[in-house]
């Protein structure tokens, strides 16, 4: 099949590109830095310079139609810095723009389109949620509010057709993960509060994994929650990760203190809790994560990051 992929360069993207291409497809990743063509070539890809923020810097590089559009590029959250509301707008505005191009391209072409998503749901003691739960955004994640109406439109009137997968925290060789990574080896990681919320993971590989699924599929009008099979409190996972690292234990940092630091915004995001099921996208796309619990996925994230970087980390 032919690919128009979209932040192909990213985290989820360096480990689904080189899949794509050992399966055979053929992918055309767009990409913002010209420095990264020269890479996604070498993996079998074919680079266009261009930004999906205005489709009139690579209308004319894109010189086949594609079978399918998928979506993965996001708004650049920079990790450790307070989110004001001015930027929680932009960020807002900017992924309603992401989302829109990506919309009107697959339109344009008439074919199907992939799309991100992020977990929003709140459960509480054994109940776990699917994807018939209502959506509830908070903090950070009010920036999806708008590209959930339009997800909803489009699968309603099928105008275009749309796929959407909506993930937990990923994990991976690189993103935020590295700059957790990093804190964790100076010893200044820390939990926010008890730290026995619960939130969905998933390796950066499953959710490539899972794309690649949906493309086979293509069950358009649907949407699957791609998280793996364990819940896991911040608490543990971090606790986890440090012993793997051989780091003393993460601290906390009480609730109030971190509140005032990085705004409630960052605060309600990474105080979620919900307990997922991922039941429909094992039985609909036949997809099984190769990491099913954190542990697996953590062992395998260090040991890598400690032998090389990402690929595309330039």
Known sequence: MKIFLIGGTGLVGSYLLPKLVEGSHKVFVLTRDDKKIERIEKLGGYGIQGDIRDLRSFKHELSEKPDVIVLVAMPDIKPGQRIT????????????????????????????????GGISYETENDETADETWPI???????????????????????????????????????????????????????????????IPNIHAGDAASAIIKTIEKLPTGEKFIIADDTPVTQKDFSGYM???????????????????????????????????????????????????????????????????KNYFDL
């Open 85 to 116: 509301k001015a930027r929680k707008e932009e960020l807002r505005a900017e992924t309603n723009i992401f989302f829109r191009n990506s919309i009107n391209l697959a339109v344009r072409f008439n074919v199907p389109v992939i799309l991100p």
């Open 136 to 198: 509830l955004r908070s903090g950070l994640t009010e920036i999806g509010t708008d590209t959930d109406q339009m997800v909803a439109e489009a699968m309603v009137t099928s105008y275009p057709k749309v796929i959407q997968l909506i993930y937990g925290k990923i994990y991976g060789n690189g993103g935020f993960f590295r700059f957790m990574y990093n804190m964790m080896e100076k010893g200044k990681s820390k939990i926010i509060g008890e730290g026995d919320n619960f």
């Open 242 to 308: 440090a012993t793997l690292m051989n780091k003393k234990q993460p601290g906390h940092v009480p609730d109030l203190i971190f509140r005032l630091a990085f705004g409630k915004d960052f605060y309600d995001v990474s105080r979620m809790n919900c307990k997922v099921s991922n039941a429909k996208a094992k039985k609909t796309l036949d997809w099984r994560p190769q990491y099913p619990s954190y542990r697996e996925g953590l062992v395998a994230t260090i040991s890598e990051m400690r032998t090389n």
